[in-house]
């Protein structure tokens, strides 16, 4: 397929929000386009070709060249450091990193431990507090650490805020804000210039349009 932009981007929120945004930026998605099961799908009206992925290996497919283009969340991003290019803030699927832990409860003064499927941004945040911490990673219920004595406090994800409150905890410190964003491999952006820059530009519309009409 000639002029073929191979994206990848992960299942879910942000793979919702995004088909959405794409086809209001103009690019024919087919309906049932959210429910396939395929891992990967073509688009061939589009010239578009999605490889779907776990949102921590999206930059590793972008920066290995596999997929010319991907959408992933500013966490992942500041986590796993790639070496792609960052092309634009898609303004969908804001949330923000956060320390939480049990309330009422101080950080242990001699070994304080830190639960994150984030180590690297943990590690740097308590770094530039000047708090040297034990950083425990895990894959998933990053919630369940304080409550069961594994750590002090979680570094994680927070959306609503609803998952820590059901599960008795607040929130401490919030990091840093998140969205998603759009990231190229370094020689596509150079070979196939011409597309991504189009890609780009009819995104960008749609996404000033979207804030001039918050804005009223």
């Known amino acids: 397929m000639e002029d073929l932009i191979t994206i990848a981007m992960p299942k879910g929120r942000i793979f919702e929000e995004a088909a959405e945004l794409l086809r209001e930026a103009g690019f024919r998605l087919p309906p049932e386009f959210e429910d396939s099961r395929k891992l990967i799908i073509d688009v061939e009206e589009e010239r578009f070709r999605f490889i779907l ?79 040297q911490v034990e950083i425990i990673k895990l894959n998933g219920s990053i919630e369940l650490a304080p409550l069961i004595g594994l750590s002090d406090r979680i570094v994680d994800i927070v959306s609503t805020g609803r998952t820590l409150l059901e599960n008795g905890l607040i929130e401490y410190e ?24 189009e890609l780009v530009e009819k995104l960008t519309d749609v996404i000033e349009n979207k804030l001039a009409l918050d804005r009223l």
């Open 174 to 197: 919030r990091i840093v804000d998140i969205t998603s964003r759009l990231i190229v491999n370094p020689v596509s952006y150079r070979m196939k210039d011409a597309r991504i820059h």
């Open 53 to 131: 992925a776990k949102p921590m290996d999206v930059p590793t497919y972008v920066e290995h060249g596999v997929a010319d283009l991907g959408i992933s969340g500013k966490d992942v991003l500041l986590e796993e450091e790639r070496d792609v290019y960052e092309l634009l803030d898609l303004k969908i699927s804001d949330c923000y990193l956060a320390v939480a832990g049990l309330p009422r409860t101080k950080m242990n003064d001699v070994a304080p431990k830190v639960a994150t499927k984030y180590p690297n941004l943990a590690a740097r945040f308590f770094r530039e507090q000047g708090e």
